[in-house]
């Protein structure tokens, strides 16, 4: 692997050097995502690998290029798992885009997102210098927090070599409900619900449907049932992997935007077919990137942002405008980690 690691020191240094730009990619199952990639490719496939999994340390380091299908294989004999559920979006995917892009799936509400589960990380920087954040066991906490910073980057910070993530044993038990109800009356119900101790691991609104799953104790599981009433979800594990992986027939759409928003948002008039996710945390917009000031302003306005997730035309940006004091910020972060801005450049803003 050493012969590897200094193949990617070649190629980082020669860019900076040149002044030319990388475009950093494991499996390309989200080259989609963010605005378009550009640059000369630096593959990541070749380094790959599980460094060290400990079950007991509910632990995984891996090297960035190994196939996230891999982890979870690995993961499943152990009966652990991802818990943020990121999305499988073929069998390209790699542990490395999968900390990049930081996306989440159905449990992210209430396991919480891609970075809280990182515990450190070793990166190569635009110097092609090699440094290690964080650690391989949960009670490292010392230092800055620059591991979890790259959870979300894109690969703008620098090329994110390896990745310890914390994981999380399988539920004992889970259930899946349906209830009919419009818009506004789920979003209230998915407010005072999270005001409760129920083991809710997942919701969608979607056409008049508000769906629950509900993970933990059998004991728990159970009690939350006689206690919500609703119909039994047919066919719910195969509802939720469609949206873990965006199966779904809502997303087979042209132009789709992502809006994050406080759970206890009112709901928002919006011209394209909605789908809510996480407790009204996450609501996907069927819509024009046409639409785009308005869609932001909205979304702005309730105290969130909107991201134009998948469109052929993202002319308009895909991320939401940064304020002028965090965008100083990262302006800052990615000088300091790559002077030359040779990595992914405009792939965020």
Not at 32 to 56: C, H, I, K, M, Q
């Amino acid at each position: 692997m050493q012969a590897i690691v200094e193949q990617f020191q070649t190629q980082v240094r020669g860019a900076t050097t040149a002044k030319t730009a990388l475009r950093i990619r494991g499996g390309g199952t989200k080259d989609w995502y963010g605005n378009a990639p550009v640059g000369a490719v630096l593959d990541t496939r070749a380094y790959s690998g599980v460094v060290a999994y400990e079950p007991t340390e509910l632990v995984v380091t891996a090297r960035c290029g190994t196939p996230l299908a891999e982890i979870e294989a690995l993961l499943a004999q152990q009966q652990q798992m991802l818990a943020f559920e990121p999305p499988r979006y073929g069998a390209g995917s790699t542990i490395g885009g999968v900390v990049a892009s930081a996306l989440s799936g159905p449990r992210r509400a209430s396991a919480g997102a891609v970075r809280d589960f990182m515990l450190g990380a070793v990166l190569m920087d635009g110097q092609g210098e090699v440094l290690r954040f964080g650690g391989q066991v949960m009670k490292n906490v010392a230092g800055y927090d620059v591991s979890r910073l790259l959870a979300g980057s894109l690969g703008t910070l620098g090329l994110i070599m390896e990745v310890s993530l914390k994981v999380l044993p399988l539920p004992v038990r889970e259930a899946s409900l349906r209830f009919e109800m419009g818009e506004i009356e789920a979003l209230a119900k998915l407010n005072d619900w999270a005001g409760q101790p129920l083991p809710i691991s997942a919701s969608c609104w979607h056409r008049g449907v508000l769906s629950l799953r509900l993970s933990g104790a059998g004991a728990a599981v159970e009690a939350a049932q006689r206690k919500l009433g609703g119909a039994a979800l047919p066919e719910a594990e195969a509802f939720w992997t469609s949206l873990r992986d965006q199966r779904h027939g809502f997303f087979d759409c042209a132009s789709l935007w992502r809006l994050s928003l406080p759970p206890q948002a009112s709901a928002m008039v919006l011209n394209g077919e909605q789908l809510i996710e996480w407790g009204g945390a996450q609501r996907w917009l069927a819509a024009d990137a046409g639409a785009a000031p308005q869609i932001r302003a909205n979304a702005a306005a309730a105290g969130g942002h909107a991201t134009l997730f998948r469109a052929a035309d993202k002319s308009v940006g895909a991320f939401h405008p940064m304020a002028p004091a965090v965008a100083r910020v990262n302006q800052r972060l990615c000088q300091e980690f790559d002077p030359a801005g040779i990595f992914n450049p405009g792939r965020m803003y």
